[in-house]
């Protein structure tokens, strides 16, 4: 079955420093994935989305961007963070007409 | 446009009492709907989908959902509630026609199930 990797599960940043959390996927090839923040343990909004290999979709613009190196590896980058970039995030991942299977998420604090 | 809606930020039942989380869609071409459920500080967990077929599916834990084609509507039951079933549960749509790469989720909807 497939699984979702992310890390770090907290972490806590000063404004301006700069991040990168790392996705990776097991148990499935050449899969879609998914950044999303969640605020408040509410609703998902879609950051970004990539459908192969240096392939990267934008949904919002923001200071935020994402990388897929490798098939299995979506990465989420800020060069200098907001007080506005905490939030959960969670990566996800899909296959043909299959439903998402998502990570355990990363919470983000940015005092 | 696509989109999907859950009318009821908050569901309370007492357990033992049946449960029905609303949702309802908007998309271009055939709908792919699922439900998801969210503990805290966890990731989403899938529980069902409706593709095509019958329009009653059955998912994990006992949950169940109707399409319903007429209504654009795919409300999530079940016959009887657990108090470990209290979590946010969200409902999502792949459009068959648009971008079917995208999910479209509702805003999610809190069940307080009370012993």
């Known amino acids: 079955s497939q699984t979702i990797h992310q890390w770090p599960a907290t972490l806590v940043q000063p404004v301006g420093s700069p991040l990168s959390l790392e996705c990776t996927v097991e148990g499935t090839s050449n899969p879609n994935l998914y950044w999303y923040r969640q605020a408040a343990g509410r609703g998902l909004q879609l950051l970004f989305y990539s459908v192969g290999i240096g392939q990267i979709s934008s949904e919002v613009p923001q200071n935020l961007s994402a990388s897929r190196p490798q098939d299995r590896q979506f990465i989420l980058s800020s060069k200098k963070l907001l007080l506005s970039d905490s939030g959960f995030y969670l990566c996800?991942?899909?296959?043909?007409?299959?439903?998402?299977?998502f990570g355990p998420g990363t919470r983000l604090t940015v005092l | 446009a696509q989109s999907v809606a859950q009318p009821e930020d908050q569901v309370n039942v007492a357990e033992g009492n049946p449960l029905t989380v609303k949702c309802t869609y908007s998309v271009s071409g055939n709908p792919y709907l699922f439900w998801y459920v969210q503990y805290p500080n966890r990731g989403l967990q899938f529980l069902l989908k409706?593709?095509?077929?019958?329009?009653l599916v059955k998912g994990s834990y006992g949950f169940e959902a109707e399409f319903n084609k007429s209504q654009t509507s795919f409300h999530l039951k079940k016959p009887s509630a657990l108090v470990s079933d209290s979590a946010l549960y969200f409902c999502?749509?792949?459009?068959?026609?648009?971008?079917?790469?995208?999910?479209?989720f509702g805003s999610g909807t809190k069940l307080n199930v009370k012993p």
């Open positions: 996800a991942g899909t296959q043909g007409r299959n439903e998402q299977f």
């Open positions: 999502a749509v792949r459009d068959g026609r648009g971008n079917f790469n995208k999910f479209y």
């Open positions: 409706y593709i095509t077929g019958d329009n």
